[in-house]
Nanobody, 128 residues
Framework: QVQVAEYGGGSVQTGGSLRLSCTAS????????LGWFRQAPGKERRFVAG???????????DYADSVNGRFTISRDNAKSTMYLQMNRLKPEDTAVYYC??????????????????WGQGTQVTVSP
């Protein structure tokens, strides 16, 4: 049984920073492609960022245009944890953020359909 869990949501003011964490258990951590998605009230769930280990010290990453340059995704395989560092936050970043795991480790990081396992979500609120 694969379990995915997010940590680190909260409330900040515009321009502030938050770091989200995600753990995935049940299989060898390096075998997962991992992604962050978010869902704002009344809107569809959208891709934020994804990361996939491709061997050695190399990773494939992908970002949504709306967060590119402000958010950084990373993973510590030794700690079985993925991170999303969010800087220069904007009110439009307010959403529930979900971590997702793809045990097939496919390169299609931005596609929600490849992710089989999802966390419960963590709220991020950015005030003006």
């Amino acid at each position: 049984q694969v379990q995915v869990a997010e940590y680190g949501g909260g409330s900040v003011q515009t321009g502030g920073s938050l770091r989200l964490s995600c753990t995935a258990s049940g299989r060898t951590f390096t075998s997962y492609a991992l992604g962050w998605f978010r869902q704002a009230p009344g809107k569809e769930r959208r891709f934020v960022a994804g990361i996939r280990w491709t061997g050695g010290m190399t990773y494939q990453t992908d970002y949504a245009d709306s967060v590119n340059g402000r958010f950084t995704i990373s993973r510590d395989n030794a700690k079985s944890t993925m991170y999303l560092q969010m800087n220069r936050l904007k009110p439009e970043d307010t959403a529930v953020y979900y971590c997702a795991a793809d045990p097939k480790n496919t390169p299609h990081l931005s596609s929600s359909v490849v992710y089989d396992y999802w966390g419960q979500g963590t709220q991020v609120t950015v005030s003006p």
